[in-house]
């Protein structure tokens, strides 16, 4: 099966507020991954990174706001922050009222008390000759350092009641 590439991606980013959780400052176990904001990670968590390589002709790379934690320019890093000290079929609590995105680890999606989820997977167009993609540490699923990488997400939105 051939398979394109759409010609850029453009994504935005949100980041947990530190007032989000006004009686929980810490991540619920389980077995994903989030962004890295900042210097370091949450308790429970470890850090990695993924490399891309971006493409070198007609490279569109741009960037702007509040960003995760890595390096953005001509390739692109990015840092994340990823946990497997719980089962993913075993519920955790977070935040309902809006839909947001967590990445697998290494197991299928972290379930999430009161969310329908659903796998969504975005893969890349990397730099075709010389690409030195890379990972490092704990990373997202799908992602293996070779050409063309891939991210696997999981999209979390609120359960409707009839």
């Known amino acids: 099966m051939s398979r394109s590439f759409g010609r850029n991606f453009k994504f935005f980013y949100c980041t947990r507020s530190p007032n989000e959780f006004s009686s929980r400052r810490s991540w619920p176990i389980g077995n994903y991954c989030i962004l890295k904001q900042g210097y370091s990670c949450p308790s429970g968590f470890e850090t990695g990174s993924v490399y891309w390589d971006d493409e070198d002709s007609d490279n569109g790379n741009g960037h702007g706001g509040i960003l995760p934690s890595g390096s953005f320019g001509g390739n692109t890093r990015i840092n994340y922050c990823c946990r497997e000290d719980g089962h993913y079929n075993e519920e955790v609590q977070l935040p309902t009222s809006r839909p947001f995105y967590l990445l697998r680890f290494t197991s299928p999606c972290q379930m999430v008390q009161g969310m329908y989820v659903r796998e969504e997977n975005v893969k890349f167009d990397?730099?075709?000759?010389?690409?030195?993609?890379?990972?490092?540490?704990?990373?997202?699923?799908?992602?293996?350092?070779?050409?063309?990488?891939?991210?696997?997400?999981?999209?979390?939105?609120?359960?409707?009641s009839t």
């Open 126 to 160: 990397d730099e075709d000759h010389n690409n030195k993609n890379s990972v490092s540490g704990k990373y997202p699923m799908g992602a293996n350092g070779g050409r063309n990488q891939e991210l696997l997400y999981c999209y979390y939105s609120p359960l409707t």
